[in-house]
């Protein structure tokens, strides 16, 4: 029974010593439960004696452990001295071959190596030899590193290949498909003509109900006008026959080719079906673009989709884990985020051109860049931390570094102090870190130095100045009481009028209008219209009619004026939309505003007035986070 309670209480000691606690409590407070945990623990190891009266001893581990720790150590020192050759790593494992063989030799200097053991309870020689396995492991991990960034070059050795010597002109171009795996429904397009112009593609797949997609191509040189016309031809109709039709215009606009040609995409069973098309009361004209779903059924299938304004498939865009949340369009690239902590830059021919590890960081909701100080704006985790979606970091474009931008913690200390775990102790992703204000997006003002969030904890729009000097609130958006009593308070802009107020909103975006004059601008959000906050049982409700709940409800596309000089916001346009509690996104496009509502399993496009023009469902078990369309 000692033996028993003995164990159950080291398990439990590790808890405290190697967890992030979660705990509301001062830093110092976590701080002093570790130091604690470890002096239990060495009290515990130094007077602890066992069934056959031994205590500890520095001699007696277990022999598994001891040999990881040996080869963390030796082979992690050896590959920091060696990374960048391989072949000494090699000499190294050679050398050492030779020295466990020489060491058999009775007198000799080998043998004397081998026996040396300053302290025997930590280290041996002949643990080394396990080595064999530590650095061909890391060998292997090198090589397979290097394949998978050989595999954008090896594509580019076998283009090159294949126009060596060869004449490929408008009627007989060099097609291939999906050459760089970035998208798989599309063609890599090259041919040559002696005068300059630039070319316009169409795809068309009538059969399969598809919309012509149409667009101008842009040339990897970045001119307008060219003779080499290299492009991606994206879109194509998985399953069906396309018909591709390029036209070529000079700089007199003049048309001087065109040609067509087909190709039968294979089909693709990943992609999520339409279910049913809805067509609208408005006769205005879809915007232009494809509609991109970020994810499907959440994080389970994390690739971006592609749809026309038929709902038809165009194929869709591999990632590696996380889904990401929208594309940023950088110096004429293509850039998304593809893994957890990491972003790829694309060219117009697909290619991976560049790829930027954020480190120890996780996205989620939103990122955006900021052209003004050529830098990409992310909310993420902070790994280090026993909170989540509170912190926003900025990465350097030029040079990949990525730093802290603020922490929400620092700005709203008080509101972090007051916050609670929800019942259970853990978020909704299943952790026990902190939910508590779920920054899920953002968007820059025009003064370059400010920002505004979209906290979705606290039903509320907050306005951040001075982003890169020195971080402080300017300003709340908040119908609620949840601020009544703090320093918040006073930030709070005035209410006017009646409206339905922001309850867990998403999607947060500026819209600047010239006939305004200055100080006022938009926000516009979807407006999920949702009534939760896990993390502040005193959120009072009733300051929100007709809120609704998880299953349902009545979402809105919302649009806010902001007037800073008179610190009022007011209501500026208003409609329903199909109810989400959460997730979901509006976006302005071309005059009109393209939606998805995530738990209705809907997404679409409006007019300008807020009437339906078409939208469609797909299949889900969950929903797809976020959806949005481009003009690529």
């Given amino acids: 029974m000692r033996a028993w309670l003995l164990a159950i209480l080291c398990f439990v000691v590790l808890f405290p010593m190697f967890m992030r606690i979660p705990l509301k409590m001062p830093d110092w407070a976590h701080t002093s439960i570790k130091v604690g945990a470890y002096m239990v623990a060495a009290i515990m190891l130094a007077t602890t004696s066992y069934a056959d009266g031994k205590t500890f001893s520095l001699f007696s581990s277990n022999i598994i452990i001891l040999l990881l720790a040996n080869m963390a150590i030796f082979g992690s020192i050896l590959y920091i001295f060696t990374m960048n050759n391989r072949w000494i790593r090699l000499g190294i494992l050679i050398l050492l071959m030779a020295m466990i063989l020489g060491s058999t030799v009775d007198g000799s200097w080998t043998q004397s190596v081998f026996n040396y053991t300053p302290l025997p309870w930590m280290y041996r020689f002949d643990y080394l030899k396990y080595?064999?396995?530590?650095?061909?492991?890391?060998?292997?991990?090198?090589?397979?590193?290097?394949?998978?960034?050989?595999?954008?070059?090896?594509?580019?050795?076998?283009?090159?290949?294949?126009?060596?010597?060869?004449?490929?002109?408008?009627?007989?171009?060099l097609i291939v498909w999906n050459a760089y795996g970035t998208y798989t429904t599309s063609l890599y397009y090259y041919a040559k003509n002696d005068r300059a112009s630039y070319a316009v593609c169409t795809v068309e797949a009538s059969e399969a109900g598809a919309s012509?997609?149409?667009?101008?191509?842009?040339?990897?040189?970045?001119?307008?006008?060219?003779?080499?016309?290299?492009?991606?031809?994206?879109?194509?109709?998985?399953?069906?026959?396309?018909?591709?039709?390029?036209?070529?215009?000079?700089?007199?606009?003049?048309?001087?080719?065109?040609?067509?040609?087909?190709?039968?995409?294979?089909?693709?069973?990943?992609?999520?079906?339409?279910?049913?098309?809805?067509?609208?009361?408005?006769?205005?004209?879809?915007?232009?673009?494809?509609?991109?779903?970020?994810?499907?059924?959440?994080?389970?299938?994390?690739?971006?989709?592609?749809?026309?304004?038929?709902?038809?498939?165009?194929?869709?865009?591999?990632?590696?884990?996380?889904?990401?949340?929208?594309?940023?369009?950088?110096?004429?690239?293509?850039?998304?985020?593809?893994?957890?902590?990491?972003?790829?830059?694309?060219?117009?021919?697909?290619?991976?051109?560049?790829?930027?590890?954020?480190?120890?960081?996780?996205?989620?909701?939103?990122?955006?860049?900021?052209?003004?100080?050529?830098?990409?704006?992310?909310?993420?985790?902070?790994?280090?931390?026993?909170?989540?979606?509170?912190?926003?970091?900025?990465?350097?474009?030029?040079?990949g570094k990525t730093s802290m931008l603020f922490d929400c913690e620092k700005i709203l200390p008080l509101m972090r102090k007051l916050a609670i775990q929800r019942k259970g102790g853990r978020n909704t992703y299943g952790g026990t870190e902190l939910d508590w204000i779920h920054i899920?997006?953002?968007?820059?003002?025009?003064?370059?130095?400010?920002?505004?969030l979209s906290s979705r904890e606290q039903s509320s729009i907050l306005k951040i100045k001075n982003i890169y000097t020195k971080p402080e609130l300017d300003y709340v958006i908040h119908r609620g009481t949840i601020y009544n009593g703090t320093d918040i308070a006073k930030y709070q802009l005035k209410r006017e009028g009646d409206f339905v107020a922001n309850a867990g909103q998403h999607m947060i975006t500026v819209e600047y209008d010239d006939s305004l004059p200055e100080g006022q601008y938009y926000l516009y959000m979807f407006n999920n219209n949702y009534g939760k906050a896990t993390s502040i049982p005193t959120f009072d409700w009733s300051m929100y009619p007709n809120v609704g709940n998880f299953k349902s409800g009545t979402s809105y596309y919302s649009k806010f004026l902001v007037d800073e000089k008179t610190r009022t916001y007011k209501l500026a346009q208003q409609f329903s939309l199909p109810y989400s509690a959460i997730v979901s996104s509006v976006q302005n496009l071309g005059g009109n505003i393209p939606f998805s509502s995530g738990m209705s399993k809907t997404f679409g496009e409006y007019d300008k007035d807020g009437k339906l023009i078409k939208s469609f469902e797909y299949e889900a078990d969950k929903y797809s986070y976020r959806v949005m369309k481009y003009e690529f």
């Avoid at 830059?345 to 909701?365: A, L, M, P, S």
Wanted: glycine residues 6%; contains cysteine.
């Fill in 131 to 173: 080595l064999f396995i530590v650095i061909p492991g890391s060998i292997a991990g090198e090589y397979l590193a290097e394949w998978m960034k050989a595999y954008q070059k090896e594509t580019d050795d076998q283009l090159k290949a294949l126009k060596k010597g060869k004449n490929y002109t408008f009627n007989k171009p």
């Fill in 440 to 452: 899920n997006s953002f968007d820059f003002l025009d003064d370059g130095n400010s920002l505004v």
């Fill in 212 to 399: 012509p997609y149409k667009r101008t191509l842009k040339s990897v040189s970045g001119k307008k006008y060219v003779t080499t016309h290299e492009y991606q031809i994206k879109g194509l109709v998985p399953g069906a026959k396309n018909k591709i039709t390029m036209q070529f215009f000079n700089e007199n606009g003049r048309a001087v080719g065109k040609t067509h040609f087909y190709v039968t995409a294979l089909k693709d069973d990943v992609i999520p079906a339409i279910l049913k098309k809805n067509t609208g009361t408005s006769k205005a004209k879809m915007s232009d673009g494809l509609f991109c779903l970020f994810g499907h059924d959440k994080a389970d299938v994390s690739n971006i989709y592609l749809y026309d304004n038929n709902g038809v498939s165009r194929g869709r865009m591999p990632l590696n884990k996380y889904r990401t949340d929208r594309f940023l369009f950088i110096k004429g690239q293509l850039v998304y985020s593809y893994d957890y902590n990491k972003i790829a830059f694309t060219n117009c021919i697909g290619k991976v051109t560049r790829t930027i590890d954020i480190g120890n960081y996780q996205f989620h909701h939103d990122f955006r860049y900021d052209k003004k100080h050529d830098k990409i704006i992310c909310l993420v985790n902070n790994l280090d931390k026993d909170t989540i979606e509170d912190t926003i970091v900025q990465v350097d474009v030029k040079t």
